[in-house]
């Protein structure tokens, strides 16, 4: 089992490039989500998928996309970095099973954007 | 709306001091759950408990121990006889749920450096 695992692990963007997080967990867990870190804000919601197919915003889901085409996988998109989106950005999936089970973490990606 | 705050942004401490970690949530909601992580310096973040609304039992896991008190809104977290591999930035958080899915929210954190 690896887990939820999360590529790339680095990043750098200029300002105005797009890219593609990818998000992908071994453990048939319905729920992903994303979030992103920085100094002094703790983790902040970007977006969720409750299900293969749906997505939903969170806390701070401007400038970002997401799809959840398949249940193993939850895509982030950044369509033009700016600076601010500099972050550290986690990954996170758990069981539909019981009720607000613990999410379990990716390793996170650190992305700089120029 | 719901919140959680940790107000220690950071602690200090020497080894085998005793240290408790602040947590202080707002919810509206009656049935909930509130959640410990840890993420050390090499970044991962790491499950430590759940406790859920109706169960205020103090809970201890070796030498970490949780005091959940409604009355206060408090969640706290004590590490006893801390040692250097505790240091880490602590989140605490608190489910909320909606009719388009359950998410976490965390507080900004708390800093613990343990030094020998």
């Known amino acids: 089992n690896a887990g939820v695992t999360q590529t790339p692990k680095f990043r750098v963007l200029k300002t105005g490039q797009s890219m593609t997080l990818l998000c992908a967990q071994d453990?048939?867990?319905?729920?992903m989500y994303w979030y992103r870190q920085d100094p002094g804000m703790g983790l902040r919601l970007i977006h969720y998928s409750v299900g293969e197919g749906t997505t939903a915003k969170g806390e701070v889901p401007d400038g970002y996309n997401v799809s959840r085409l398949k249940k193993q996988n939850f895509l982030l998109g950044l369509e033009s970095a700016a600076p601010s989106q500099t972050s550290v950005y986690f990954c996170a999936s758990r069981s539909q099973r019981e009720s607000y089970n613990e999410q379990f973490f990716g390793p996170g990606t650190r992305l700089t954007v120029l | 709306a719901q919140k959680v705050t940790q107000a220690q942004t950071e602690i200090s401490v020497v080894e085998k001091e005793d240290v408790t970690l602040d947590c202080v949530y707002e919810?509206?909601?009656?049935?909930?759950?509130l959640f410990w992580y840890k993420q050390p310096p090499s970044g991962e973040l790491v499950f430590l408990i759940r406790r859920n609304s109706f169960d205020e039992q103090n809970e201890i896991s070796g030498r970490y121990s949780w005091n959940f008190q409604k009355s206060t809104s408090s969640f706290n977290f004590t590490i006893t006889a801390s040692q250097v591999v505790d240091s880490a930035v602590y989140f605490c958080?608190?489910?909320?749920?909606?009719?388009?899915?359950?998410?976490?929210?965390f507080g900004t954190g708390t800093r613990l450096q343990v030094f020998p």
């Open positions: 453990m048939n867990h319905e729920y």
């Open positions: 958080a608190l489910s909320e749920y909606r009719v388009t899915g359950d998410k976490l929210i």
């Open positions: 919810t509206r909601d009656t049935t909930y759950y």
